[in-house]
């Protein structure tokens, strides 16, 4: 089946739930964890996104964010390549490390914000990583302390939080402690962690009157909100879901990238396929594996194979920034790539 195109746009909010393969550890100590948070301060400094809550589990970790200068794609490709590059550096270690690609729920802000906000700073108390909300303010791999004033995090966006609970600091931050306690006694909230009906609806007990009264309501997995939001979401993203999906444009076939690398290049396929260090060679491979996973969609693992190399060899390349080769390579094929600005950074 094929997968279904997400939602997003600038200045969509979206809760991201990313978990490790098979439920193993993705943070294995506080090494691993300062890289994941420099990583995610980096987008959050250079514009790409607005964090408003987040939280590093062993095993997954949440984000609450608004898109901005680029697509949610985009800034998570950036974060986990980089991240699992590094990880797996660092364990001597191969292959993937996320479950297959992250979650992502797009909200409406005006009823779920607060409520999302303390359902993710949360977790490190519910999963017993900490032990009382005393310990959660200390907590350094979440944000609830930056919001409590506890912690200080510039790249975190606490003004926009604080300002939900009121127009002084020091008040907003007792009214969001006080809120986030009585979150505590709350335990699960199934409009926030159910299916698309359950969320729109605001919980299992909502929907089922709603069936009794005939009702009818929009629903959709990937998003949080009542029916009116999720149709709303639904119509203005019809176009930029088309786009995102490239109805309509063919993607050209790895074969075909590779002979353009290699003119734009000045080397051979053979060159190309036979791990070759020469400088050149190096280049086009660059090229090639930046252009295939970041513009066309194709995996680390299609690409490595075409060529004969490692995986890690393909996503290192992708991760890195835009080689100049790209852009002639683009050229030879009449398209531009999406984030050409941002890459050159």
Known sequence: MPRTARLDAPGVLHHVICRGIERRAVFLDDTDRDDFVRRLSALAAEGSLSIY???????????????QR???SQSMHRLLTGYVVNFNRRR??????FQNRFKSIVCQEDSYLKELVRYVHLNPLRSGLVDDMEGLERYPYCGHGALTGRQTLAWQDTDHVLALFDRRAARARHAYRSH????ARMGRRPELVGGGLVRSRGGWSEVRAARRRGALDACDPRILGNGDFVSDVIQSS?????????VGAARPEIEALCRQACAVCGVSAGELRAGSRRRPVVAARGALAWLAMREFGYSGADVARHLGVSTSCITRAAAAPRPPEVAALMETIGRRPVDETSSQR
């Open 238 to 246: 019809n176009a930029r879901v088309q786009q995102s999906l490239r």
């Open 70 to 72: 680029h697509p949610l």
């Open 92 to 97: 001597t270690r191969h292959g993937h490390l």
């Open 53 to 67: 809550a987040w939280a590093l589990l062993p095993n997954h970790f949440h984000l609450l964010c608004r898109t």
């Open 180 to 183: 986030v306690a009585a979150g």
